[in-house]
């Protein structure tokens, strides 16, 4: 695999490796304005196609709610500063739609917003534009951290955005957080485990001791601990041990599965899965489902952020006094910045190379997605979760963490082939990465550097 990469420089590698430290920025959002856009577009139709149907939301917020009508009032008063319309085009399978317009010229969308799970592969294809030349792409709190947007970007160029300043869609972008029924916590005598992470201690050696603490016997029936999906369960393990996915390896850059911190972090998950606390898990683990920790079957549950709060059959909806805690961190892990992995962002926002004025798109594009007048800052958007959806502002404060620092994990590509495999095999780890060298290889050179030079590029070393 290493011999493969030695065309890369050194200066690459150590951009990669800066590019690929998770950093936690605190930047004040500058207040929207409509002199900060003042053009007049001279009655330019931008056709915004959303992925997905219509009459459930207004462009990701759920219909008949507050931030809902914010976006709709946002949406008139653009239209009016800027003497520009504005149509939302609801359609299932907008990327099968977009991609026809590309092979026939007659795009039918001047704006794409999908999950980016499918997106990526627009991406690759260069059925989008550049985004570096038409926005302030650097301005990460506005549009998305470099981390974020790691499956958008390609070779020499960023090719789509999320809202990153708007509540709601911002939290429910993916990463993975302990869900915590904190109830049956005090039931059990335990400490709030939030102070776990208050006091710095909320590490692996913490984590195992919970694990033991939270698994009891009830009325005849077993409470576990934990409800997690295997896979998740050890990816998390992997990316709390402090390495990335790719990561810079004695002078080259390699898969960090390939790193020695890689390879012990998915040692102790196969040691903690398979045998030291193999009778804490709930042994449904071959779903990604939440139903039995709805059901009060498990003290916690690793999950999606978006598994929060996307729906009404979700767990924020359907619980009471639910707490919110970050994997635990292993010893090479920065304290306080918690790393963790989507497979698809839930809404992004590209241009298609092909419509009819990306500039004209740009500068309407920038324009929505300034910041609501209602939430100015990051901790607005804190305050208001904290009010609205969550329990206590600690948790608020997790989810913004793990969402701004969640990295793409090259799923599709099948860069989770050994993290997957590793609660589950009996060969051992280094028998298991050894078997697959030059399918990682492959990944690396294909995927991992050009997503890489894409960012070099935009955001510099």
């Not at 914010?70 to 990327?95: G, Q, V």
């Not at 999606?304 to 994997?327: A, K």
């Amino acid at each position: 695999m290493r011999n493969a990469l030695k065309f890369i420089s050194l200066v690459m590698v150590l951009t990669i490796f800066v590019c690929s430290c998770a950093q936690v920025v605190e930047e004040i959002i500058p207040e929207f304005s409509v002199d900060n856009a003042s053009a007049d577009l001279g009655g330019f139709e931008c056709v915004w196609g959303y992925d997905g149907a219509a009459g459930e939301t207004e462009l990701g917020f759920v219909t008949g709610t507050r931030n809902a009508d914010l976006l709709l009032e946002r949406k008139a008063e653009i239209e009016k500063s800027l003497n520009c319309k504005i149509t939302p085009n609801y359609t299932s399978s907008m990327f099968d739609f977009l991609r026809a317009g590309v092979m026939s010229g007659a795009q039918p969308f001047d704006i794409v917003e999908g999950g980016t799970y499918t997106m990526v592969v627009d991406v690759r294809a260069g059925n989008l534009s550049g985004l570096s030349a038409l926005l302030d792409i650097e301005n990460v709190e506005k549009w998305g951290t470099p981390n974020m947007l790691q499956s958008l970007i390609w070779q020499k160029d960023v090719f789509g955005v999320v809202p990153f300043a708007w509540p709601d869609i911002m939290y429910r972008q993916s990463g993975h957080v302990l869900a915590v029924n904190e109830s049956l916590v005090s039931r059990l005598g335990q400490p709030d485990p939030r102070e776990y992470v208050e006091d710095g201690v909320w590490n692996w050696d913490k984590f195992e001791e919970v694990l033991d603490a939270y698994t009891f016997q009830d009325a005849g029936r077993t409470i576990y601990a934990l409800r997690s999906h295997p896979p998740y369960f050890s990816i998390n393990m992997f990316l709390s041990s402090g390495v990335a996915l790719s990561a810079f390896d004695a002078g080259e850059v390699v898969c960090g599965v390939y790193t020695d911190i890689g390879r012990e972090a998915l040692e102790r998950a196969n040691t903690i899965f398979n045998v030291t606390h193999k009778d804490c898990f709930h042994p449904e683990t071959g779903s990604v489902g939440h139903e039995q920790f709805i059901n009060g079957e498990a003290v916690m549950y690793l999950s999606w952020c978006y598994e929060l709060t996307s729906g009404t059959n979700w767990i924020m909806y359907q619980m009471d006094n639910i707490g919110i805690l970050p994997f635990p961190q292993g010893p090479h892990a920065t304290p306080g910045v918690y790393l963790s992995y989507h497979e698809g962002l839930g809404n992004a926002t590209a241009i298609p190379f092909n419509a009819k004025d990306p500039n004209a798109t740009a500068i309407i594009l920038s324009a929505m997605y300034e910041p609501f007048e209602e939430y100015q800052t990051k901790d607005d958007i804190i305050d208001y979760m904290t009010n609205q959806i969550f329990y206590d502002r600690r948790d608020a404060e997790i989810i913004v963490n793990v969402v701004r620092n969640t990295e793409y994990g090259f799923f599709r590509e099948g860069a989770r082939t050994v993290i997957e495999e590793a609660v589950n095999t009996d060969k051992g780890i280094s028998a298991l990465l050894d078997s697959y060298v030059s399918r990682y290889d492959q990944i690396v050179t294909d995927y991992m550097i050009p997503h890489y030079q894409g960012r070099i590029a935009v955001y510099g070393e």
